[in-house]
């Protein structure tokens, strides 16, 4: 009879993290598909997805990890209804992120909604590799 319960409980367990895993979406590069890109002196690299359906409210979580360098830029979230052309929205959610001089760090965002992609664009300063990645988490009220 134990063994059923905790077999039972086990099941439950998996179910619950398998909704869970599935409500949180990785960011993709457009340039190669990957789920983590590198920022390098100057340049901009973008992590985005598409979100399936209206959603109520849209959070992305970042984070950033120190490759070599002085780490620093500017992330700041973005969003398109296109895929192709997409725009700061920071001036909307008035949310940017000054990236510190850390060998880690992270940043959540709390998005307007009503966009059918979304992302963030990191562009960095001065001698720097860093690498980042993220997650989307849309959702329905009812979810």
Same mark, same amino acid.
């Given at each position: ?35 983590? #890109? ?43 209804? #296109?895929?192709?052309?997409?725009? #700061? ?5 008035? #949310? ?48």
């Amino acid at each position: 009879m134990k063994k059923i319960l905790l077999i039972q409980l086990f099941a439950i367990g998996l179910l619950m993290a398998a909704v869970q895993t599935k409500a949180q979406i990785a960011l993709v590069s457009p340039t190669y598909g990957n789920t983590i #890109d590198t920022v390098t002196n100057t340049a901009s690299k973008v992590l985005w997805k598409q979100v399936n359906g209206y959603k109520e409210t849209v959070t992305i979580t970042v984070k950033v990890t120190s490759i070599s360098g002085t780490l620093g830029g500017t992330i700041v979230p973005i969003a398109s209804n #296109d895929g192709t052309n997409f725009y #700061d929205i920071s001036t909307v959610s008035k #949310d940017t992120f000054t990236v510190a001089n850390t060998s880690s760090q992270g940043k959540a965002y709390s998005l307007q909604r009503g966009y059918k992609y979304y992302g963030v664009k990191w562009t960095g300063t001065g001698t720097m590799s860093g690498s980042f990645t993220g997650t989307l988490l849309a959702r329905k009220t009812t979810e």
